[in-house]
């Protein structure tokens, strides 16, 4: 199976930072790599695939960039609405999985 | 537009079985690969189960539920479906279906409101 792991766990920023979520693939997954933001009590949403496709409606501020194993999940200028925990998911290849998540919260 | 509304939830006890459905509209069920996922309360997401397309058939699940768990459609009624057997406290969770992205099999870019599962005694 592949591991996904996700880097940080937690993090606390501001309104208008500059956020920068990792996630690391245990082998080569290619570009296979979905990005989801979930809120409290809410299903996850589609951001981005495969790697760097934007979902459609998803605010420019939000770009995914790599490739093999390493990906990141930036987001420019952090938005009120965007305080959230942000899950990456291979589709590379069965079993699908995905990383533990990374919080961000108001600092 | 797109919808996935799951049902058939609730508390059971360890070893019970429970049944849940999904009722699909704005598209048909059987065109796609839809799946099952599911969060343990405060934790992560996991993939449950899988099942292809009706042209291709193939179903996966994952490890922890393998032998346990069965996914189906009806295509008559748009829906699928998730036999759980042999539940555990382990298989406490809000259980989502996803549908994909078109062209993308394994991108989830529709999911349900979730139903919660409760294993306890």
């Known amino acids: 199976d592949i591991q996904m792991t996700q880097s940080p766990s937690s993090l606390s920023a501001s309104v208008g930072d500059r956020v920068t979520i990792t996630c690391r693939a245990s082998?080569?997954?290619?570009?296979?790599l979905i990005w989801y933001q979930q809120k409290p009590g809410k299903a996850p949403k589609l951001l981005i695939y495969?790697?760097?496709t934007l979902q459609s409606g998803v605010p420019s501020r939000f770009s995914g960039s790599g490739s093999g194993t390493d990906f990141t999940l930036t987001i420019s200028s952090l938005q009120p609405e965007d305080f959230a925990t942000y899950y990456c998911?291979?589709?590379?290849?069965?079993?699908?999985?995905f990383g533990g998540g990374t919080k961000v919260e108001i600092k | 537009q797109v919808q996935l509304v799951e049902s058939g939830g609730g508390l059971v006890k360890p070893g019970e079985s429970l049944r849940l459905s999904c009722a699909a509209s704005?598209?048909?069920?059987?065109?796609?690969?839809m799946s099952w996922i599911r969060q343990a309360p405060g934790k992560g997401l996991e993939w449950v189960s899988y099942?292809?397309?009706?042209?291709?058939?193939?179903?996966y699940y994952g490890e922890s539920v393998k032998g346990r768990f069965t996914i189906s459609r009806d295509s008559a009624k748009n829906s699928l479906y998730l036999q759980m057997n042999s539940l555990r406290v382990e298989d406490t969770a809000v259980y989502y279906c996803?549908?994909?992205?078109?062209?993308?099999?394994?991108?989830?870019?529709?999911w349900g409101q979730g139903t919660l599962v409760t294993v306890s005694s």
């Open positions: 996803a549908a994909p992205r078109r062209g993308y099999d394994k991108v989830f870019d529709f």
């Open positions: 704005g598209f048909t069920i059987s065109d796609y690969y």
């Open positions: 099942i292809s397309s009706s042209s291709g058939n193939t179903i």
């Open positions: 082998q080569s997954i290619n570009r296979n």
């Open positions: 495969p790697a760097s």
């Open positions: 998911q291979q589709s590379y290849s069965t079993p699908l999985t």
